[in-house]
């Protein structure tokens, strides 16, 4: 089972104004189906392999997923469609996971985006570290060291071994 790593949240302005914006007349009529690319290309391409999906506004824009929580008869909430930049497996090999998008109704299949590829992920920094390697005379020092300074030669670096 997959697991997510971050998510980025898809739209018809995705990724620049009206990119997915669903064409022509009856654009209500049109159900906004996401699926993997490389799926998509294998030809698993029923509703039943898509990863998320959205309803289709008048007016060709999207109306999100239905929030079964939010919402009451009659008052339909939606929340956005939001979908994983990367995966990673059991065996911890991370993936990079581009999308085909695709708007459906019962006569007519329109593939909005073969290739949606997600933002580029930048990992988060845990907090307290800057994400940088310490070298010592061009060494670079491992996290079995700790450094302190000597104030009688600036700039200067002195690494402790930890015991």
Do not use: C, K, R
Not at 22 to 51: C, E
């Amino acid at each position: 089972m997959a697991e997510v790593s971050d998510v980025f949240t898809i739209n018809e302005n995705y990724p620049t104004t009206d990119a997915l914006l669903v064409p022509g007349p009856n654009q209500s009529s049109y159900t906004i189906f996401i699926y993997q690319y490389s799926d998509w290309l294998a030809g698993n391409q029923g509703t039943l392999y898509a990863l998320a999906q959205s309803g289709v506004n008048s007016d060709g824009t999207w109306q999100g997923v239905l929030d079964p929580y939010q919402s009451t008869p009659g008052s339909p909430v939606y929340a956005p469609v939001q979908l994983p930049i990367l995966t990673s497996d059991a065996a911890g090999n991370v993936a990079f996971l581009p999308f085909t998008v695709v708007a459906v109704s019962q006569t007519n299949t329109i593939v909005l985006a073969l290739e949606v590829n997600p933002p580029t992920y930048v990992p988060p920094t845990p907090e307290g570290s800057f994400n940088e390697s310490v070298f010592v005379d061009s060494t670079p020092m491992s996290d079995d060291y700790w450094l302190a300074v000597d104030n009688n030669y600036p700039g200067w670096l002195l690494p402790l071994t930890v015991t």
